[in-house]
């Protein structure tokens, strides 16, 4: 499924990641677990295929990063959804519509987004509130929006950059449920983040690091 192998990765002579090694199974979560700074987003963003690895191999599902061609990408990112930590939503569209955008730009027949979009949102649980603007949602109701439109186009894994870094204890634990089942049903799912105690709450392994590198 995602496969990372020996992965550098410098900017400008600055080194930000060394010999990384990090696999993730079909259905199985992993939590990247460290402080800020510690090279975690890098992670993603590298799985995500913003960047090519300085060194190593990056191959998630059939695409290897150092092989993939440029006009192959946007086919990929289809199937990787992303979850952020700031929800990166359209303010001025309501719910159903931020989730229907990621149908949209892939060119998803129209009689078929309809019936995608409600099947996420009642997955998430806002089947209730789809044609809320995203301004009148909590911060908790707004990661769930994030999380159904990353998960529209049905993809090969969900990565989460500290999804419940601005969420209050009670709005976390929700998340932390919903990931639960969302993994549960056997979607894998790569996590970073820098909060300890949420990956003993959660069915995860854990890949912990510092500084760029990987520690026991």
């Excluded at 550098?8 to 990641?17: A, D, F, R, S, T």
């Excluded at 993730?24 to 993603?44: N, Y």
């Excluded at 295929?49 to 059939?62: F, H, K, L, N, Y």
């Excluded at 303010?91 to 996420?120: H, M, S």
């Amino acid at each position: 499924m995602i496969r990372l192998s020996d992965v550098w990765y410098m900017v400008g002579g600055n080194q930000i990641l060394s010999e990384i090694n990090i696999q993730v199974k079909a259905g199985e979560f992993v939590c990247i677990v460290g402080p800020s700074g510690a090279g975690k987003s890098t992670i993603l963003r590298l799985v995500h295929m913003e960047m090519s690895p300085t060194r190593g191999q990056v191959i998630v599902a059939d695409y290897d990063a150092r092989t993939v061609h440029k006009h192959d990408i946007p086919l990929f990112r289809r199937k990787v959804g992303v979850v952020f930590q700031d929800f990166k939503l359209l303010e001025d569209r309501d719910v159903y519509e931020n989730v229907a955008f990621a149908l949209w730009a892939t060119g998803v027949p129209r009689r078929r987004i309809k019936k995608r979009v409600f099947q996420v949102l009642a997955e998430v649980g806002l089947s209730h509130k789809r044609y809320a603007m995203i301004y009148e949602l909590s911060g908790g109701e707004q990661q769930r929006v994030t999380i159904a439109r990353a998960l529209a186009n049905e993809p090969y894994v969900l990565l989460a950059d500290e999804p419940t870094g601005n969420l209050d204890p009670e709005t976390t634990e929700e998340i932390l449920g919903l990931l639960k089942r969302i993994n549960g049903k056997g979607m894998a799912i790569l996590m970073a983040t820098h909060k300890e105690d949420l990956v003993r709450r959660l069915p995860a392994s854990v890949v912990r690091i510092r500084q760029g590198r990987m520690v026991e």
